[in-house]
Structures are given as structure tokens and as C-alpha cells.
């Protein structure tokens, strides 16, 4: 049986999906927090900008988007899989 041919469990599937997509949401979630966080410290001038922006909305921010992009596409790939695997067993 070639893996193309395999199923899943939907229930379980939706799940992950769905804990992916909380997981993505926490991090957005988190990530506001720091950039609202690091924003009310008193630190101003050169050093504290170039931290702000290289840190909080460069590599940060980045490094988020791309976590939270490829949770989601799981999350997506997750929910038509198990959409697909009802519509199998179904049929």
C-alpha cells in the first residue's frame, strides 16, 4: 500500500489542528506582549532604538512570523486531511 493510500484518524487530526492553531495565536499573543512590553521600559536613545528595532520588530517579529506561517499550515493541512479521510470513509 503506497502512503498515499494511508488514513488517519479525524478526531485526532482535527485536534492537532486545532492545538496548532492555539499555539500560533499564543505566540502573536506573546510577541505583542514583548513589543508592548519592551516599549514601557525607560531606555531611550541610539542603543535602545537600534535593540527595539533590530531585536523586538526585526529578528523577532521574523522569527515568529515564520513559527505562527508553519503552524498554520500544518493546522491547514491537518483539517483537509481529516476532512478528506471522513469524506473516504464515508464514501
Not at 485536534?15 to 531611550?44: C, F, H, P, T
Not at 526585526?58 to 476532512?83: F, Y
Amino acid at each position: 500500500m503506497a502512503d498515499s493510500d494511508l488514513g488517519g484518524d479525524p478526531v485526532q487530526m482535527n485536534e492537532l489542528a486545532g492545538y496548532l492553531a492555539k499555539k500560533a495565536a499564543e505566540i502573536d499573543g506573546n510577541v505583542a506582549d514583548l513589543r508592548a512590553k519592551s516599549r514601557a521600559v525607560m531606555w531611550v536613545g541610539k542603543d535602545a532604538d537600534t535593540y527595539r528595532k533590530g531585536q523586538i520588530d526585526g529578528q523577532l517579529r521574523k522569527n515568529s512570523e515564520g513559527a505562527t506561517a508553519t503552524l498554520r499550515t500544518g493546522q491547514k493541512l491537518l483539517a483537509e486531511q481529516a476532512r478528506a479521510q471522513e469524506q473516504a470513509s464515508a464514501g
